[in-house]
């Protein structure tokens, strides 16, 4: 026997190559393995930065011992669940079930046929706390296959058919209207922590899609509380330790009410979704701090995770060597008095030690401070915040770094060109944008094959074997559709309508409701379909805002329909459980406003992109249509007559000039060359 996991792409995978258990990578082969050595199969799931993952993998999986029991006794079997997630989520709602809790890492015994019967999530390797060891967990489930065999396929035939009888049975009975998204705002009011910002309790997570939704509610209604929601939360987290003070970009959550402790792994996902929201925001109230926020958060991104072919990568460990050869959460973001006096001298310390916090008792581990930017901090002269942040930056840069997972997450990288495209019009950064394209561009190359079918993931411009789930489909139409808004690009909408023809084609249920994976993937014990959104948008909701978006670019009644049809699962949760359907309710804004179709033309020769139009009426109108705050609103630009996209058609100059076309709901005002009244006509705060 031998672990195979060392020609994998996933930096997870690879992680583990070198342990002692003879682990297989998700594949039929491991569970014929089972089948035939007639032994369980343990599942184990997790992904990269995982703190707790690395914690079990140093404690069990490169321990001898155990690993000679696990090679002994089972088939082992290790899945990122970035590269899987439709693995993990029909895994993990079996743990959730049967637990009431879940979590990375994820170990799960299996039968040959892939039915579970054992769950848990981390397990230490001496019994602690209540919890059985590792060695006894794993004792206690290979006695149980030898000796009470009929026990164990009665457990694993229920816990099947009791996922199976979950399928959901959203049809919906219409679209969410007006009374469903006042509940939600009314639902998310009870839950918003008024001190702190933020919705719940601790562990605390940026709530993007919620925010998201409340500017857009802001926008369609003018309801001021759900503004003052959106931007109190906002500064609370980027005053708070979840935002790197210094370095720009968020962590994945904090573990106080208060935002001052993160985990500190950091996540693409989570920093394209806040980067768009706080240029949102900017777009919304002209925030000072929403702007630099949006703009420092990009140029993490573009800094830290750009990889050579052009991509994002997927993350930043939590981790890091703390200069003794330990591996330990956060060294490289906390500060103690001694570090900025060693760095900054006696008197700028103090300074720096007021402004970001910095306390000797610590608010971290062992007297170490995470930044943070408290709120009765006053004026601070602006020359010496920014010297201390430039030297307090080139200091850490010289300490050892995180570890950076380098996987191209088709996702996630839509989810950073629709930020990224986006924060480079508002702010007048065409870099921004042509980030964006090249992250666009590595997508179309390396993840799209001939006929239009994404795959999930890349490493070092190789495509990964494992095909796109419908996540993967919908925000990458997402980012594709809100590039060719900002460069003008029809090209780009083309390749979105190839994405979501195929969610039509193979995601979309005769009732309407979405799979998370294709009809013809590999079948699992279960089809995974879960409308939730949780860290990121679900597939569900990131395909129908994707299909509204290209339906009011097209005119398309199918994709129109397939959008109104995935909705109906937002008028059932959305009342309900507005925090986790957030993306749903912003989708839900954007149908109930038209969306509106925007059409900026240019007389030929003239027009060029946002960031290098050659035609200056033209570019104000183009900048102008992308500032708007109108939910949802799709634009496209280009010259009059074009066929670069469905909206230019039949919309002429006016008086040989630039103008705009504003449309919704078959209804069309009158073309615009002014740029103060098309500011009007979309509710643009600059």
């Known amino acids: 026997m031998a672990n195979r996991l060392a020609h994998e792409t996933s930096p997870y995978l690879l992680q583990h190559a070198g342990n002692p258990v003879d682990w297989w990578p998700w594949s039929p082969a491991a569970f014929e393995e089972a089948r035939r050595r007639d032994v369980p199969v343990l599942l184990s799931v997790g992904y990269s930065s995982c703190h707790w993952c690395h914690v079990m993998a140093a404690e069990s999986f490169e321990d001898a011992t155990t690993a000679r029991y ?3 006794h089972f088939v082992s079997v290790k899945v990122d669940r970035e590269e899987r997630p439709d693995v993990d989520a029909v895994y993990m709602e079996a743990v959730q079930a049967a ?5 990375w890492p994820m170990t799960v015994f299996l039968t040959a046929d892939g039915e579970p019967f054992y769950f848990g999530t981390y397990f230490p390797p001496a019994p602690r706390h209540g919890m059985a060891s590792f060695p006894q967990v794993l004792e206690g489930v290979s006695a149980a296959w030898k000796e009470r065999r009929g026990e164990v396929a009665e457990v694993a035939a229920r816990i099947v058919g009791e996922l199976a009888g979950r399928s959901l049975a959203y049809r919906g009975d219409g679209v969410p209207g007006e009374e469903e998204l006042a509940q939600a705002l009314l639902g998310l009011t009870r839950e918003y922590d008024a001190v702190r910002g933020g919705f719940g309790g601790a562990p605390k997570f940026p709530p993007s899609m919620v925010v998201e939704f409340l500017l ?4 369609r209604t003018g309801a001021e509380g759900a503004l003052q929601m959106a931007a109190d939360t906002c500064e609370a987290m980027a005053r708070g330790g979840i935002y790197d003070q210094l370095g720009g970009g968020f962590a994945r959550y904090s573990v106080d009410r208060e935002w001052t402790v993160p985990h500190f792994e950091k996540m693409l996902y989570d920093n394209a979704l806040l980067c768009r929201v706080y240029a949102h925001l900017w777009r919304a109230t002209g925030s000072d701090l929403a702007r630099r926020v949006a703009l420092e958060t990009a140029d993490f991104m573009v800094r830290e995770l750009r990889t050579a072919e052009g991509g994002f990568a997927s993350a930043l460990d939590a981790d890091s060597d703390d200069g003794s050869g330990a591996h ?5 973001y906390v500060w103690t008095p001694d570090q900025l006096r060693e760095v900054l001298g006696e008197s700028d310390a103090a300074f720096a030690a007021r402004y970001f916090g910095v306390t000797e008792e610590g608010t971290f581990e062992e007297g170490a401070s995470v930044l943070q930017l408290p709120l009765d901090g006053g004026v601070a002269d602006a020359e010496r915040v920014a010297s201390v942040r430039r030297r307090l930056l080139a ?5 050892p770094k995180p570890g950076r997972d380098d996987k191209i997450v088709a996702a996630w990288n839509g989810l950073a060109i629709a930020a990224l495209a986006e924060t480079g019009a508002c702010f007048d950064r065409p870099d921004l944008v042509e980030r964006a394209t090249e992250a666009a561009d590595l997508l179309v190359r390396v993840h799209l094959d001939d006929a239009a079918r994404l795959a999930r993931t890349s490493k070092d411009g190789r495509t990964g074997a494992n095909t796109g789930v419908l996540e993967d489909y919908g925000d990458v139409a997402e980012g594709f559709l809100t590039l ?19 969610v039509l084609d193979r995601f979309v249920a005769e009732s309407g409701t979405l799979y998370d994976t294709a ?19 679900s597939g569900w909701t990131a395909a129908a805002g994707a299909l509204l978006s290209y339906a009011a670019h097209t005119g398309s009644e199918a994709h129109r329909t397939a959008a109104e049809g995935a909705l109906g699962v937002v008028k059932a949760l959305g009342p309900r459980a507005p925090r986790f359907i957030g993306w749903g309710l912003a989708v839900a804004e954007a149908l109930l406003d038209g969306p509106r179709e925007i059409a900026v033309v240019e007389q030929p020769g003239a027009a060029g992109s946002v960031a290098a139009g050659t035609g200056p009426e033209w570019s104000a109108l183009h900048r102008t249509a992308l ?8 634009v496209a630009a280009g010259v009059a007559g074009s066929d670069e996209f469905p909206l230019l058609a039949d919309r002429p100059l006016v008086g040989g000039e630039a103008a705009a076309y504003v449309c919704r709901r078959f209804v069309c005002a009158a073309p615009m060359t002014e740029v103060s009244a098309l500011k009007g006509e979309l509710g643009v705060f600059e």
Do not use: C, K, S
Request: hydrophobic share 40%; glycine share 14%.
């Open 395 to 399: 200091a850490r840069d010289a300490r």
């Open 99 to 103: 637990t009431g809790q879940g979590g």
């Open 328 to 332: 330990v959460e956060g060294a490289f």
């Open 484 to 502: 060719a808004g900002v460069t003008g690009e029809g090209t780009w909408l083309e390749f979105a309508g190839f994405l979501l023809d195929i």
């Open 519 to 537: 009809n013809d993937a590999e079948q699992l014990i279960r089809r995974p379909q879960d409308p939730t959104d949780n860290a990121t948008p």
């Open 627 to 634: 500032l708007g705050t109108a939910p949802g609103a799709v």
């Open 216 to 219: 857009r509610h802001y926008a």
């Open 70 to 72: 696990m090679n002994a």
